[in-house]
């Protein structure tokens, strides 16, 4: 609709430059250009960095015609905008009535969304006197999250809000948090979550998280990576939410020797944060409120509104719990 607006001559329908048409255009340029900073700007309900390019439509390259049928979901969505494509083509609708709607709805979403947000925060740490989560009932609450439905960058969050509720006792901070779908290659970091002393910037801990089981390939490019970067890393975790063999446990101890001292270690996700609450056992309630702050300013395409309205939830049912 945008590039409609600004170009009357384009065909909606033909936001592919491959489709070689006078009427075409490029999509990715209205969205790298213009979308991407609007969407971030008003804090919209969007995914910033793809908006209009999302899987469905990324690969296409032909006229999206009512004729085309997309995968994607849910499928009716994505026939209603192909009728809507159709009908600003025709002139059965205005494009800046289109426009002006989408731009409407997304504003009463986006403040809809941060009402529920502001009704679930209302209801946590109601009673300041009330006792703090034992260290037990916040594993617990953390491991209902886990279970939650795209919860992949959950533990990234997990170990850097441990380290910010303990930095001034361990004399370590965590360095700015990439992006979530960020390859570690793009953004030159050492793994997802990179640890520097208080006063510098050398990375010397690095956190790698896994959804799956390690294998002895990840350690190799772990390894890679510290060698390619020239970091001073002395400790290179994975935290896994699948079980450890023995074999790849062996592996990553035997390249202590070979690397002159970089250790290699695999921790299961729950039991690492188990350990830290039970270690800094009076800082249990600075690291639940930090992990809820870094979920809530995460990105809603990294932590969906599902999962931050779950944690506030699951927040409010633990400490109103008799």
Known sequence: MLAKSHLPEVDPRKP???????????????????????????NLPCNSTTAF???????????????????????????DALRVLDDVHKGTVSVQDVLDEAIRL???????????????????????TALPLSSEDTVNLIEQHLRCK???????????????????????????????NA??????????VQITLQDEDKVV??????NKAVLQGDI??????????????????????????????????????????????????????????HLFHRLRKDFLDQYQALVLLESDSAVSQALKEALLALRQAAESAD
């Not at 006229?63 to 995968?71: E, F, G, M």
């Not at 390859?183 to 997802?192: I, K, L």
């Not at 801990?205 to 896994?210: A, D, H, Q, R």
């Open 16 to 42: 592919y430059t491959k489709i070689g048409s006078k009427d075409c255009f490029s999509g990715r340029t209205y969205d790298e250009q213009f979308i991407g900073d609007f969407i971030t700007k008003h």
């Open 53 to 79: 390019l999302t899987p469905t439509l990324r690969n296409m390259d032909q006229t999206l015609t009512t004729k085309v049928v997309l995968v994607g979901r849910p499928a009716a969505m994505y026939q």
């Open 106 to 128: 997304l504003l009463l979403d986006r403040d809809a969304r941060k009402a529920r947000l502001k009704t679930l925060l209302s209801g946590v740490g109601r009673v300041a």
């Open 150 to 180: 795209g919860s992949s960058r959950l533990p990234v969050l997990i170990v850097a809000a441990a380290y910010e509720a303990a930095k001034a006792k361990l004399g370590e901070r965590v360095l700015n948090l990439t992006a979530h």
């Open 183 to 192: 390859a570690d290659e793009q953004t030159g970091a050492v793994g997802d």
């Open 205 to 210: 801990t690095s956190y790698e998280m896994k």
């Open 220 to 277: 190799d490019r772990a390894l890679q990576k510290i060698a390619a970067q020239g970091q001073h890393v002395q400790n290179y975790i994975f935290i896994t939410t699948e079980a450890v063999t023995d074999e790849v446990r062996e592996y990553a101890r035997s390249k202590y020797d070979e690397t002159g001292g970089v250790e290699i270690a695999i921790l299961d996700c729950v039991e690492f944060i188990r350990h830290f609450l």
